[in-house]
Every structure is written in structure tokens, then in C-alpha cells.
Nanobody
Framework: QVQLVESGGGLVQAGGSLRLSCAISGRTFSSYAMGWFRQAPGKERAFVAGISGGGGLTTYTDSVKGRFTISRDNAKNTVYLQMNSLNTEDTAVYYC?????????????????WGQGTQVTVSS
């Protein structure tokens, strides 16, 4: 059974930073590409960032480029999302997800496993 557990969410002022973590258990972590998605109230779940199994490839949605950085530590079975220069539009529940290859990273239906989500709230 694969399990993903996010942590690191919270309340931060606009302009601040947070680092989200997602720990995966149950499978060989490095064999999975990992993605971060977010869902704001009343909106659909949206792709944020993705990283390949080895960490050499990354992709971001345009609105977070230059502000967010996805990374992973395969020795710790953990993927991270460093979020800087946060603004109120970044407020959402953030989810990590896993899929077998670095392709179609922005399509939620292509992912096999999901975490339970962690709330990020950015105040003005």
C-alpha cells in the first residue's frame, strides 16, 4: 500500500515563504515521478509543479515559476515544495501525488496515488 503524507502547511503573510514536504512509503520512491497540485475553495484541483524520479527534470505552472521550487531527496523518500514570495492567490489545499513516469504531469487523472493535503493560507 502506497501512502503519501504532506506536511508543512500553515498561515503565512503575503511575501513570506513555506516549505511543504511529502513523504512516500510502500514502494520504491525513486521510481515515481512526483507532482504537487493545489485546490482553492470553489476551484478545481490545479497542477503546481512536478519532478522526475531521479530529480533531473522539473516542470511548473506559469504562475509559480521563479517563486516555487520542487525538489526531492530519494534517500529520505521525500519530495519538497519550497514556496517563496507567497501571495493570497496561493491560498489552497496542497496535495502531492505520484505517478510511474515523468509525463502528463499536469493532468491529475494520470496520477496513481495522492496524499491527504495540507492547507496553505496566505494573508494580506
Amino acid at each position: 500500500q502506497v501512502q503519501l503524507v504532506e506536511s508543512g502547511g500553515g498561515l503565512v503573510q503575503a511575501g513570506g515563504s513555506l516549505r511543504l514536504s511529502c513523504a512516500i512509503s510502500g514502494r520504491t520512491f525513486s521510481s515515481y515521478a512526483m507532482g504537487w497540485f493545489r485546490q482553492a475553495p470553489g476551484k478545481e484541483r490545479a497542477f503546481v509543479a512536478g519532478i522526475s524520479g531521479g530529480g533531473g527534470l522539473t516542470t511548473y505552472t506559469d504562475s509559480v515559476k521563479g517563486r516555487f521550487t520542487i525538489s526531492r531527496d530519494n534517500a529520505k523518500n521525500t519530495v519538497y515544495l519550497q514556496m517563496n514570495s507567497l501571495n493570497t492567490e496561493d491560498t489552497a489545499v496542497y496535495y502531492c501525488a505520484a505517478r510511474p513516469m515523468f509525463a502528463f504531469m499536469d493532468i491529475a487523472d494520470r496520477y496513481d496515488y495522492w496524499g491527504q493535503g495540507t492547507q496553505v493560507t496566505v494573508s494580506s
